[in-house]
């Protein structure tokens, strides 16, 4: 038996393929492929970077489905069908619309996949794969398993190995689509099967894809401890609380932690509420201590801003972006407010018939990257889409990315930190104008 496992594109630019030069390890498809039986046969398509070979012989397709990347794997999944190859989705996206994913597929895997994949694989062997497969949530791997590395050979993925500690986040912001999935929940891995993960290959610098890894502080403290005499470097994503912790943050700096994703979303209090952003909202004037924190504790942050609430103005997202240039943060996103399927965010804006594009911009052939999705209160959708683009646009420039540079905290704290500054903040700034009003999916 032969598996052939893809991660879709989001799509295209309107003259030309898209070609992701950040692309990062699709570790979940590693992890599947680990959980297969030895006797079958894997390979791995990135559609990021290389073609597909749909007439090369295979016989079970499955495809990972994020709600960017919607529009594309249903083509892919259909070019496959149409050949008479069974194809299986799964995902997140999946989990949340299996109703419109069903159309694509032979099969879907509605929730985490590890717990039943090797049902699939002896149902797929038999020619009795199931219309559905459930699997509970749970921890990033089952124990035992280790992702199959060796598939991302040659792929040209950045240096950096993805692993995952914790899966799901104990908080429950509006627009948020993990709250949704895991329902509010943390699910734990073993730390010993993290450590011999990390041991067992040859990357030092390490990205914890986890939603939220310092959602269950005592169990990262745990982890911190764990780390400390690897001597690795890693990166992951964090709620803003974490900055509260001053023995934690200590721990995190002494483990090798050079900065997380932090979801700062908004420095307007009353978005904060109607966000039920509750991590930030403790004690919020302008984040000038959790500023002060992670700046003493040498931490690369890139900050998450997330523009497009009521309460937002063309004014106010031009006060964000000074925010974020005075507290120098290392990276910092300035994304829409999008209204993902299943969210509460998306339940009231359907409410208020507020959603552009018939509700489903992910399909939407007249949806492009960056754009609005919806109707804001105090500006219209294009002005929300000109302003977030002209918000990257500002903080992305020559000047901006010379005095980031020169903090002696946090950039300039070691040669290696300063080159990669240079690294990925040149790299993420160059793929933020390629992927501006690209289109979704290749037909």
């Known amino acids: 038996m032969k598996l052939t496992l893809i991660k879709p594109t989001i799509g295209r630019r309107e ?206 403290k745990e982890l911190c401890h764990a780390l400390i005499p690897l001597k690795v470097h890693w990166i992951s994503q964090a709620s803003l609380d974490v900055t509260r912790n001053p023995e934690l943050m200590k721990l995190m700096e002494r483990s090798g932690c050079w900065g997380n994703v932090m979801g700062f979303e908004t420095i307007t209090p009353a978005s904060l509420r109607d966000a039920k952003k509750s991590p930030n909202i403790p004690g919020f004037s302008d984040y000038a201590h959790e500023v002060k924190v992670l700046r003493d504790h040498g931490m690369q942050t890139w900050a998450a801003f997330t523009l497009g609430y009521d309460h937002d103005t063309v004014a106010s997202i031009e006060a964000t972006v000074d925010f974020a240039l005075k507290s120098r943060f290392t990276f910092s996103a300035y994304n829409i407010l999008m209204p993902y399927p299943g969210t509460p965010l998306y339940r009231k804006l359907a409410e208020e018939n507020r959603l552009l594009y018939d509700g489903q911009w992910w399909l939407h052939p007249e949806y492009r990257f960056n754009q609005a999705a919806y109707v804001p209160a105090l500006m219209s959708p294009d002005a929300l889409t000109a302003a977030c683009h002209d918000a990257r646009t500002r903080y992305n420039s020559l000047s901006s990315l010379i005095t980031r540079f020169s903090d002696l905290k946090t950039n300039l704290r070691s040669a290696s930190r300063a080159l990669s500054f240079w690294r990925y903040t040149l790299l993420f700034r160059k793929e933020v104008y390629k992927k501006h009003g690209m289109r979704f999916g290749l037909r």
């Open 15 to 220: 003259h030309s393929l898209y070609v992701d030069e950040g692309r990062m390890e699709p570790l979940m498809l590693g992890v599947l492929a680990g959980l297969t039986p030895p006797d079958v046969e894997v390979v791995l398509y990135d559609d990021r970077m290389e073609a597909i070979p749909y007439d090369e012989p295979t016989d079970l397709v499955a495809i990972t489905v994020e709600t960017y990347t919607a529009r594309r794997a249903y083509e892919i999944a259909d070019d496959f069908r149409q050949r008479g190859v069974p194809v299986i989705l799964g995902g997140m996206h999946v989990a949340l619309l299996p109703e419109e994913a069903q159309r694509h597929a032979d099969s879907l895997f509605i929730g985490d996949a590890e717990t039943a994949w090797a049902q699939v694989i002896e149902d797929a062997r038999s020619g009795k794969l199931q219309p559905k497969y459930w699997g509970p949530p749970g921890p990033a791997q089952i124990g035992g398993v280790m992702p199959r590395r060796d598939l991302y050979s040659g792929k040209g993925y950045l240096p950096m190995a993805l692993m995952q500690f914790s899966r799901g986040c104990r908080f429950a912001c509006n627009f948020c689509a993990v709250s949704q999935y895991f329902d509010k929940k943390h699910y734990l891995r073993c730390i010993d099967e993290v450590v011999a993960e990390i041991v067992s290959q040859d990357r030092k610098f390490l990205f914890f894809v986890d939603d939220n890894i310092a959602s269950n502080q005592a169990a990262l």
